[in-house]
């Protein structure tokens, strides 16, 4: 993988993490810490993590959003999908640093303050969720979509969720919920 780094404090600080970290004074894998500022959920939270940590592990290990999982750790599965500046990515390809003072969203940011969100209702009530571990991915992936599309057909959802893998419901139970969520998107923002 080639990392582009930009001239800032941070990345600074990365690059003489990672000398640390390759024969440098530090000891072997040892790749020192820099504070990071996120904004995650509507929040600023702080944290301390190397600059080569994959977001997806700092958001589930460091800041305990556990929604987010780490599956395949190669962008391949889908299941950290979270929206970076409301775009679904997979926080698996995302180095936290890259991250800082972009907004990130995850499914524990979707929930109101009791009970489910419409979305993960929709994936409940039509059966597209069995053991789980997919589906707050597949939440983030549909949600991202819906932002952008709120009248989106099969052929859309299917797309959008095509970078998520579920082994469990397969698609038809999953393309129905998101589709049955945009029908009540669509409905509650014509009776306003």
Not at 58 to 86: H, P
Not at 125 to 132: F, I, K, N, P, T
Request: aromatic content about 4%; proline content about 4%.
């Amino acid at each position: 993988m080639v990392i582009f780094w930009a001239n800032t404090e941070l990345a600074r600080n990365a690059r003489a993490s990672l000398q640390l970290s390759v024969g440098g004074t530090g000891s072997e894998g040892d790749v020192g810490e820099v504070a990071i500022s996120l904004n995650v959920n509507g929040d600023s939270k702080e944290c301390a993590a190397p600059p080569t940590m994959r977001l997806s592990a700092a958001l589930r290990d460091i800041l305990n959003l556990t929604s987010v999982k780490e599956g395949c750790c190669e962008g391949e599965c889908g299941a950290c999908t979270i929206l970076l500046d409301g775009k679904p990515v997979n926080s698996c390809l995302v180095m936290v640093f890259q991250a800082r003072g972009r907004e990130i969203i995850t499914v524990e940011g979707l929930l109101p303050e009791t009970g489910l969100n419409s979305l993960q209702q929709a994936f409940l009530d039509e059966g597209a969720v069995q053991c789980g571990y997919c589906t707050p991915g597949m939440v983030m992936a549909a949600e991202g979509l819906l932002r952008i599309n709120p009248n989106p057909d099969e052929a859309d959802i299917r797309h959008a969720l095509a970078g998520n893998i579920c082994r469990c419901t397969g698609f038809e139970t999953i393309v129905r919920a998101v589709s049955v969520e945009a029908a009540a998107r669509r409905e509650m923002e014509a009776g306003r």
